[in-house]
């Protein structure tokens, strides 16, 4: 069955970096679109960011644009997400999701940034 | 990058039937037959429930049904049942990115 499984959150100071991962399994990881959605305490969900099957293709919210970077290792079947230059309102559970549709979604990994 | 706008709840009784809006532009919901819908109950992870407008994937009921006209997307339920009570995103490509509604609180009376 599928499997996505987030891991990397934790608590980081303003200006600091983190690396989420995103192991995925039960399905052939090379053929989907993947993407990180958050969802800060308490609120909705926002769309981070997308990466093509072949990594061709990338896209970023506005809010993370330019601190955050998304890849994928399709060899290892894993998604990842470098966050740089992080700032209080990067406080959010972080979800990777499969395809266009985000039709599978990891239980996600809270990061929190605070001083 | 604006969010799709949703009622910020609803709420029905068992049986009843609820539909929740979302209301985007022509440069998202309406431009494009790509909006899907996420159930999440707390603590949980979203699921999705309707994408390509009105396609439900395996496994979800056929209570859960999806629509569009112009630039407004609605998902409606039928037949409410008490495990119904969640959290409902709305979700729309809009040409190089991907937008969420606010979030609607369904509450089953």
């Known amino acids: 069955q599928v499997q996505l499984v987030e891991s990397g959150g934790g608590l980081v100071k303003p200006g600091g970096s983190l690396r989420l991962s995103c192991a995925a399994s039960?399905?052939?990881?090379?053929?989907?679109?993947m993407s990180w959605i958050r969802q800060a305490p308490g609120k909705g969900l926002e769309w981070v960011s997308y990466?093509?099957?072949?990594?061709?293709?990338?896209n970023y919210a506005d809010s993370v644009k330019g601190r955050f970077t998304i890849s994928r290792d399709n060899a290892k079947n894993s998604l990842y997400l470098q966050m740089n230059s992080l700032r209080a309102e990067d406080t959010a559970v972080y979800y990777c999701?499969?395809?266009?549709?985000?039709?599978?979604w990891g239980q996600g990994t809270l990061v929190t940034v605070s001083s | 990058q604006s969010a799709l706008t949703q009622p910020r709840s609803v709420s029905g009784s068992p049986g009843q039937s609820v539909t929740i809006s979302c209301t985007g532009t022509?440069?998202?919901?309406?431009?494009?037959?790509?909006v899907s819908w996420y159930q999440q109950h707390p603590g949980k992870a979203p699921k999705l429930m309707i994408y390509d407008v009105s396609k439900r994937p395996s496994g979800v009921p056929d209570r859960f049904s999806g629509s569009k006209s112009g630039n407004t997307a609605s998902l409606t339920i039928s037949g409410l049942q008490a495990e119904d009570e969640a959290d409902y995103y709305c979700?729309?490509?809009?040409?190089?990115?991907?937008?969420f509604g606010g979030g609607t609180k369904l509450t089953v009376l």
């Open positions: 022509s440069s998202d919901v309406g431009g494009y037959n790509y």
């Open positions: 990466i093509s099957s072949s990594s061709s293709y990338t």
């Open positions: 979700c729309s490509y809009a040409g190089s990115y991907t937008l």
């Open positions: 999701a499969r395809g266009w549709e985000l039709g599978y």
């Open positions: 039960g399905f052939t990881f090379s053929d989907y679109y």
